[in-house]
């Protein structure tokens, strides 16, 4: 056990109320063992002698965030396109560049993501881009956890990559799920209802079912997204999302913005 002492800070505890108060944490089971006076040295689960001592005077102590839906390499990205509707932004702008970045910048640009989240507080993020085994070594060195998964566009893609594509989510869930000892897991993410045809999206939602692995992706983000669904179906994204067998209540999805 690596006993950690947190001193000074202001507690947020379970019932929403806040009070300065001591903590002990044992840093290698990710466990509170004690808050308030059960916190002091020898006292209830505290250790005698804690191994580290950390002064939180004027913070505020809480769980660590988590952040549900990130690109973390595009930390690097920030800024370089602004003010334009979604569609194209994408299109014209952030694909292109995507389409340029090597695995070196990915893990670079994860890497800076995670320095950023642990800044902040957050210590847990799902996250949906390339090269996700390098995204998961940053993971590892960081000591965060994480949610990962190959994101899937198959618009604009010949019938072969298009499926090679969908394979590669599933087979990145498969083989990064359990990895950063337990810290990293796992889900097939398709990029949204309207970047990935309906077929592949059945097959790849079906072959996470056998995998084990939850199903992630953009749902109800811009107008544009939702119309078409709606006018080609005649249901809205979640319903479809339903249809697809992609709702299941380890499933979750991002932005929810156009909801009914």
Known sequence: MNALR???GRVLRPDGSVTVADVTIDSDAGRILAVGDDAAPGAGDA????DETLDAEGSLVIPGLVNAH???????????????????WLREDIWPAEAELTDDDIEAGAALGALEMIRSGTTA??????????????????????????GVVTVGK??????????ESIAVARELDGAADGRIRTAF???????????LLREGVAAAREAGVPVHLHANETVDEVDPIVDER??????????????GPDDFFAHGVHLD
């Open 6 to 8: 947190v001193t000074g």
């Open 47 to 50: 250790p005698a002698a804690p």
């Open 70 to 88: 990130t690109h973390a390499a595009m930390t690097l990205l920030r800024g370089y396109a602004d003010d334009k509707p979604l569609d194209a």
């Open 125 to 150: 993020f799902a996250d949906m881009y390339f090269a996700m085994d390098r995204v998961a070594e940053v993971v590892d060195r960081a000591g965060l956890r994480a949610r990962l998964g190959h």
């Open 158 to 167: 010949g019938e072969a990559d298009a499926r090679a594509d969908v394979e």
């Open 189 to 199: 993410m398709p990029h949204s209802l309207t970047t990935v045809g309906e077929e």
């Open 234 to 247: 005649g249901e809205r994204p979640v319903a479809y999302a339903a249809d697809l067998d992609a709702l």
